[in-house]
């Protein structure tokens, strides 16, 4: 009996569970056929993880420092191994279960799910909330663009948000079991912005629940169920502990920690530059997207039909008409404030109509808790366009000055949004609203949602002019910007009748059910049908079948160029920059990474100091360089030489072109090591950033005067014979042979990180010291004669991680499963 009982609980949600996995293969059919989505951070993501993956699978052993991009970076930023963090095992695994980018949204399903079940929410309610949560276009926009790991960070929110409820409802293990297993999956999915606008909105639960507990006395349960998930929080991160640690470290010399300089930033504050922090910056107006998704237009770059003005404008001005179908498949239909988008944060008229009425008949308090986070998140989304706010948190509020692309924490919003909305349904029908109760609020949250949408869309174009800022960059006729705008128009007055339409179905699903006109698995049902047909149709606008391809076709758009053929025949170890899509793509692509070794690439926190030497001297360079090439059609040693920073990096080819023609082979290139003639020592940071600008790194070292000591007093007695090579590379251990008749001063094409700390230097066994060179380089004093220089990256933070990681994995887990056993036994002995 008491296993019946047990299948009888399970049943349901086994039965949901397999609609979810249907449900997600309905969104993606082309799943089932084999085929893969083209996702762009994702194939810039292996091309940064190429060589790490390519060693290991020859080695067995994973690198912890890696050449393929920026010079040089820690490995455990772009794709390593934690084999004593088990939930970094669990998290794999879970994720697997499913092709991706199904499992994305099925996780995101289970999620949700989970929060309203745990939170005492019918099955049906669940349902319907998780739907609406998966399917929001947010999701789905992250996922086409690849950011997998932001994603997988949204859709564990839910069950942490439910484990932190549990807790403080007297639920102490349930809801620790539950914070400590979802937050340990969340952080693998490492996407530290999210967690820390869930954190901060947790922080505000817990003020609220502190509020309360004091008016109740009630603080000793506050007290328990504070200490239970702050041991929960411990041993989540303890079982990331190395990367997490490792990660810090580094943001201290990233782009996100201070600078050396004496004016690191415009505004003198540490952290990330506002004016790069903030460039992602919802209008005030572009919130309105939460309810009418075309509020501003869509995506940056959208398709128009041939019914569409645009098409008709191009064809009646003598565009062919194959032609003007190609031009109307790039159209650049987003007309808002931020720099390039891939769609809105489309929440649902649906859930932000329930989302406001709950507003009037929930009535438990938590509803403020969750308009508070609503309200306050939304203002983060403004950015620089609520100056006066958003610069005052960036610069006070702790950590948040790390983080940049404000508006994804719109993505967190929505679970707020659809939170209440669920509640809402659930106030009318278990505590039997009449009409008469609830006609009045019904009203009201129909008249601010449906009745501002049906204003809008009547009265459109007396509100917008529909020209985006961008309009002039696209160089249209004036004739074919007009026709745009129209389109621009048209698309928000569909899109808003539209939310009319949802919001008043969902109006009279509700009036039918308090009139008892339908049964309450009518109003659910009907519910369900409406929310996933308002959020599955909006999504596939943004992410659908024609997004897929064939494996076959995926890899040709990954395949070496005729350029790229030819640079690896050379098997030397060297750099390559990757011009061929301009100067800008050199920093902002890591294509080039996939086939070489490059000094560009892309990553959300370069190197701090890298940064500087790219913003100061690289880039102007490589643009010095770009126009004397335009104008003289052919390059000379001289103008190579003028590529100091290049050089001393050893980029050896500059591609131009794809062709084997657009191959540039660089003659200045300095090599793995070199010696230098002089050195010259420089009082501070600024003054070695300065020297670097002009100067021949093939005979002169500028040292910042710190490192004195380490020279000895040396004075250079030139060697001509003198001779350093590389003999041996790995990406994290690598080995030079030198050969002089006196002391000198050698200078590697590697990059200077954490020296003698994490970077630890040998000559014939021993360790040595050595220091920075030419702000980013490292170097040592080689003494005369014959001699093995090695360098070993060990990251002794990250040794250390893993050993915290396994003691907190081996708590974590252990405190889990017998959590959850000890509350299936309390439920056993309760049913009995």
């Keep these: 009996m008491e296993n019946k009982s047990r299948l009888q609980t399970f049943l349901p949600h086994i039965i949901i569970l397999l609609i979810f996995i249907a449900v997600t293969f309905i969104y993606f059919p082309p799943v089932l056929q084999g085929k893969i989505l083209m996702q762009n951070d994702i194939v810039q993501a292996k091309a940064a993880a190429r060589e790490v993956a390519d060693f290991h699978d020859k080695t067995g052993r994973w690198p912890l420092w890696t050449n393929t991009m920026f010079g040089g970076m820690p490995a455990y930023l772009i794709g390593t191994d934690y084999p004593n963090s088990w939930s970094t095992a669990i998290g794999r695994l879970v994720t697997n279960i499913l092709p991706e980018p199904a499992n994305l949204l099925l996780i995101s399903l289970i999620g949700f799910y989970i929060l309203l079940i745990s939170l005492n929410f019918n099955v049906w309610l669940a349902t319907i909330g998780a739907v609406a949560f998966a399917f929001c276009s947010a999701n789905l926009i992250n996922i086409e663009a690849g950011h997998s790991s932001k994603v997988i960070a949204i859709a564990y929110s839910p069950p942490i948000i439910a484990g932190v409820i549990l807790a403080y409802r007297g639920k102490y293990l349930l809801g620790g079991a539950l914070t400590a297993l979802f937050l340990a999956l969340q952080l693998y999915g490492n996407h530290v912005q999210i967690t820390y606008y869930l954190f901060l909105a947790l922080g505000l639960y817990g003020l609220y629940r502190l509020y309360f507990a004091i008016r109740e006395k009630k603080l000793a349960q506050f007290g328990i169920a504070s200490a239970v ?29 201070n600078s050396e300089l004496t004016q690191p930033s415009k505004d003198g504050e540490k952290g990330l530059d506002k004016e790069y922090a903030f460039r992602w910056s919802y209008g005030i107006a572009e919130t309105f997207t939460l309810l009418i998704p075309n ?13 569409s003005g645009f098409y008709k404008a191009l064809v009646s001005n003598g565009i062919a008409p194959n032609q003007a179908v190609q031009y109307s498949s790039q159209v650049p239909l987003y007309w808002g404030d931020q720099p390039f988008t891939g769609g809105p944060a489309y929440a649902g008229a649906i859930i932000i109509f329930l989302f406001v009425l709950g507003l009037f008949i929930v009535k438990s308090p938590v509803k403020w808790w969750i308009l508070a986070v609503t309200v306050l998140f939304i203002l983060f989304t403004w950015g620089k366009n609520f100056a006066a706010f958003n610069y005052l948190i960036f610069d006070l509020l702790p950590g948040y000055n790390k983080f940049r692309a404000v508006t994804m924490v719109i993505a967190v919003v929505q679970i707020f949004l659809c939170v209440l909305a669920i509640m809402a349904v659930r106030e009318i029908v278990q505590e039997k609203l009449t009409w008469h109760y609830l006609k009045k609020p019904l009203a009201i949250s ?4 449906a009745g501002l949408a049906l204003l809008l869309g009547l009265f459109a174009g007396a509100f917008f002019d529909f020209a985006g800022a961008s309009d002039a960059l696209s160089q249209y006729p004036a004739w074919l910007t007009e026709a745009l705008r129209d389109d621009r128009k048209s698309f928000f007055q569909r899109d808003a009748f539209r939310a009319v339409f949802f919001i008043l179905g969902t109006v009279a699903l509700l009036w039918a059910y308090v009139q008892n006109k339908i049964k309450i698995t009518v109003l659910y049902a009907g519910l369900l049908v409406l929310v996933f047909i308002d959020m599955f149709t909006v999504s596939k606008r943004y992410l659908n079948n024609d997004d897929f391809v064939v494996k076959r076709r995926a890899q040709e758009q990954v395949q070496a160029s005729e350029a790229d053929l030819l640079i690896n025949q050379d098997k030397s170890i060297y750099r390559v920059i990757d011009l061929t899509d301009g100067i800008s793509g050199t920093v902002n692509s890591a294509t080039a990474s996939r086939f070489h070794l ?71 290139a300095l090599g793995n090591a070199w010696f230098v003639d002089e050195y010259k020592l420089v009082p501070n940071a600024n003054a070695e950033l300065q020297a670097i600008r002009n100067f021949n790194p093939a005979n002169t070292a500028i040292i910042d005067q710190r490192y004195q000591s380490l020279l000895n007093g040396l004075t250079i007695s030139p060697d001509s014979s003198a001779s350093i090579r590389l003999t041996n590379y790995e990406p994290d251990y690598l080995t030079y042979e030198s050969n002089t008749a006196s002391p000198q001063v050698a200078v590697f094409s590697e990059i200077f990180y954490r ?44 040794h250390q991680g893993e050993t915290i990681a396994l003691i907190s994995s081996i708590l974590l887990f252990g405190g889990v499963a017998a959590a959850f056993f000890l509350e299936s036994r309390k439920k056993g002995n309760q049913q009995s």
């Design 755 to 798: 020296g003698n700390t994490d970077w630890q230097a040998y000559i014939d066994g021993q360790p040595v010291q050595h220091f920075r060179a030419n702000y980013i380089l490292r170097a040592m004093v080689v003494p005369a004669g014959k001699h093995k220089i090695e360098f070993r990256f060990e990251p002794k933070t990250y």
């Design 229 to 257: 998930l702050a041991l929960a929080v411990v041993l989540s991160i303890g079982s990331h502990a190395s990367r997490i640690l490792t990660t810090y470290e580094y943001s201290q010399e990233s782009i996100r920690g």
């Design 446 to 449: 129909a008249g601010l949602t």
């Design 295 to 307: 509020f501003y237009g869509g995506a940056t770059q959208g398709e128009v039909s041939t019914s």
């Design 598 to 668: 490059s000094v560009g690439g892309y990553h959300g926190a370069k190197m701090k100091r890298y940064q500087e030497v790219l913003d100061s001297v690289m880039l102007q360079q490589i643009q010095n360089f770009a126009v004397q090439l335009q104008q003289q059609q052919s390059y000379t040693p001289q103008m190579l030489q003028g590529l100091s920073v290049l050089n001393m990096l050893n980029t050896k080819y500059f591609i131009l072109a794809p062709s084997s023609q657009g191959v540039i082979t660089n003659t200045s």
